[in-house]
């Protein structure tokens, strides 16, 4: 049975072209339509069930990437964005940046950051550096874990009181 889709009052679309609209947006969540005549107007006939996005499958924070720059979302709490900024983070605005799930929400206004509420009244920022920096970051991080692992494979000459011996493969 094939459902119809008419105003928010449940009359008519008063044109045909206020109708397809209306088709366009239902198709941005998946829910296949065709404009028929309904009485004095138009409605949506639905022809397809939208596609079931089954939970947590759901990435309303992903966005395209962009060449030669590494993004993320960073939330906007205490001095966070701040702190990214002075790492030479940017934050990203675009007249218009669509999101990767329909459902994301509306694409940010021109001269407005790109942000998306992700919970608790916290909005996530999408921010962007640039990949040599971003990559020069990960090689200072891998560094201290190389560091900090070498500490742990000391074996019982190495430490005063140690005993036993710690191995790590790698791999």
Do not use: C
């Amino acid at each position: 049975m094939s459902e119809i889709i008419r105003t928010k009052d449940g009359k008519p679309f008063e044109t045909e072209k206020a109708a397809i609209m209306r088709q366009g947006q239902l198709s941005k969540t998946g829910t296949v339509t065709e404009v028929v005549e309904d009485g004095e107007g138009w409605a949506l006939k639905a022809t397809k069930r939208p596609k079931r996005v089954p939970l947590g499958t759901r990435n309303v924070l992903r966005y395209p990437k962009r060449e030669g720059y590494h993004r993320r979302v960073v939330n906007d709490v205490e001095d966070r964005v701040q702190r990214f900024q002075d790492a030479g983070y940017e934050i990203v605005q675009k007249e218009s940046l669509p999101s990767g799930d329909p459902r994301a929400g509306e694409a940010s206004q021109m001269g407005m950051p790109v942000a998306k509420s992700v919970g608790n009244g916290v909005k996530g920022v999408l921010m962007e550096i640039p990949i040599e920096y971003y990559e020069e970051d990960q090689q200072a991080k891998q560094e201290k874990i190389k560091a900090a692992e070498a500490a742990m494979k000391q074996t019982k000459g190495g430490v005063e009181g140690g005993y036993g011996d710690l191995n790590f493969g790698t791999g």
